[in-house]
């Protein structure tokens, strides 16, 4: 008998089990999710990340129909959660919710198991976490240009607080210097929580914080909100000027988006993203954002992956221009 003669009868043995595997795995996929789907939060219970994960938790859920349960995995900067879900099967059952500082580890941590970018399939972009910079009443500035004229007046002679280096807090407030010609020292805290007491007490003039951390003070009068790092409108801070109308182009504000593992099913990816975009049109998600200090800013999957891509890109490009190092 001829190669080709036996080559062609394996291929026609083969058939029925091909079929019978492609027909499984479009059932699979035709029939997602069919067990809970795990959401990996890269930070502690009760934090902003967090927050956000368990108000779009539940409506995803109701959606899907299989409840969406959210699993902190905190550590690193949110990195020990991205490398779980890197490393995750990639069948659409183990999520993340991914920030910016995901974007960032790729530059300030050596030896990263994973590639922020081309370890994940972007599932939707979600919402943005406006930050506030704050200072002391005895601060003498009041909105973004004396905050400049200020910090002009007196290189180096002020410093500025935030809750880590690397963090968007931090490269923000760098990115704004090198773009006036400014110069502050940066005091990198534990975390945020000390941040605003420490601003009204004037141990630090200024800090870098989320706007629910700092609106509530300052209608209160204990401190200043001086400029929004970013140009998104948050209900309750809309007497807070922009940074940008005094340092034009700096528009900075943590982003929050869903991460499946590279590889999943496209399919899977499409009932995931159109589950996403029906939860954040949701007409009372707005408000129940904003009591969290965030405003959504859905994307689909395709446009967030560029989004990601050139964040990515512009914090490296910062961090290697200013030299910034985690050491």
Same mark, same amino acid.
């Given at each position: 008998?001829?190669?080709?003669?036996?080559?062609?009868?394996?291929?026609?043995?083969?058939?029925?089990?091909?079929?019978?595997?492609?027909?499984?795995?479009?059932?699979?996929?035709?029939?997602?999710?069919?067990?809970?789907?795990?959401?990996?939060?890269?930070?502690?219970?009760?934090?902003?990340?967090?927050?956000?994960?368990?108000?779009?938790?539940?409506?995803?859920?109701?959606?899907?129909?299989? $409840?969406?349960?959210?699993?902190?995995?905190?550590?690193?900067?949110?990195?020990?959660?991205?490398?779980?879900?890197?490393?995750?099967?990639?069948?659409?059952?183990?999520?993340?919710?991914?920030?910016?500082?995901?974007?960032?580890?790729?530059?300030?941590?050596?030896?990263?198991?994973?590639?922020?970018?081309?370890?994940?399939?972007?599932?939707?972009?979600?919402?943005?976490?406006?930050?506030?910079?704050?200072?002391?009443?005895?601060?003498?500035?009041?909105?973004?240009?004396?905050?400049?004229?200020?910090?002009?007046?007196?290189?180096?002679?002020?410093?500025?607080?935030?809750?880590?280096?690397?963090?968007?807090?931090?490269?923000?407030?760098?990115?704004?210097?090198?773009?006036?010609?400014?110069?502050?020292?940066?005091?990198?805290?534990?975390?945020?929580?000390?941040?605003?007491?420490?601003?009204?007490?004037?141990?630090?003039?200024?800090?870098?914080?989320?706007?629910?951390?700092?609106?509530? $003070?300052?209608?209160?009068?204990?401190?200043?909100?001086?400029?929004?790092?970013?140009?998104?409108?948050?209900?309750?801070?809309?007497?807070?000027?922009?940074?940008?109308?005094?340092?034009?182009?700096?528009?900075?504000?943590?982003?929050?988006?869903?991460?499946?593992?590279?590889?999943?099913?496209?399919?899977?990816?499409?009932?995931?993203?159109?589950?996403?975009?029906?939860?954040?049109?949701?007409?009372?998600?707005?408000?129940?954002?904003?009591?969290?200090?965030?405003?959504?800013?859905?994307?689909?999957?395709?446009?967030?992956?560029?989004?990601?891509? $050139?964040?990515?890109?512009?914090?490296?490009?910062?961090?290697?221009?200013?030299?910034?190092?985690? $050491?």
């Amino acid at each position: 008998m001829k190669p080709f003669a036996i080559h062609r009868r394996a291929l026609l043995a083969l058939g029925p089990a091909l079929l019978a595997g492609h027909t499984g795995l479009a059932s699979a996929q035709g029939t997602y999710p069919d067990r809970p789907i795990r959401l990996l939060v890269g930070y502690s219970a009760g934090g902003g990340v967090d927050a956000m994960a368990r108000l779009i938790a539940p409506r995803l859920s109701a959606l899907l129909g299989q $409840q969406v349960v959210v699993e902190n995995r905190a550590g690193a900067a949110g990195v020990i959660a991205a490398d779980a879900v890197a490393k995750a099967a990639p069948d659409g059952y183990t999520l993340m919710l991914g920030d910016s500082s995901t974007l960032i580890a790729k530059y300030m941590q050596a030896k990263l198991s994973f590639d922020p970018v081309k370890s994940f399939v972007p599932v939707a972009g979600l919402f943005k976490s406006p930050l506030l910079i704050v200072a002391g009443n005895d601060f003498p500035a009041r909105n973004p240009r004396e905050l400049v004229a200020a910090l002009k007046a007196k290189p180096g002679f002020y410093s500025f607080a935030t809750s880590g280096v690397g963090t968007v807090q931090h490269l923000g407030f760098e990115m704004m210097k090198g773009q006036s010609g400014t110069f502050a020292l940066h005091i990198p805290y534990r975390g945020a929580a000390q941040i605003v007491p420490d601003v009204i007490s004037g141990q630090v003039p200024l800090g870098v914080v989320s706007a629910t951390a700092g609106l509530a $003070q300052a209608k209160g009068g204990k401190l200043r909100a001086l400029a929004m790092m970013s140009n998104d409108k948050l209900p309750g801070a809309e007497d807070v000027a922009a940074l940008s109308t005094a340092v034009p182009g700096v528009d900075v504000a943590p982003r929050l988006f869903l991460l499946a593992p590279a590889g999943t099913p496209a399919a899977v990816v499409d009932k995931l993203g159109e589950a996403a975009r029906t939860a954040m049109s949701a007409p009372d998600l707005p408000q129940a954002a904003a009591l969290q200090g965030a405003v959504p800013d859905f994307m689909p999957s395709a446009q967030l992956a560029t989004a990601m891509a $050139q964040e990515s890109a512009r914090w490296g490009k910062l961090i290697s221009e200013q030299k910034i190092s985690s $050491q």
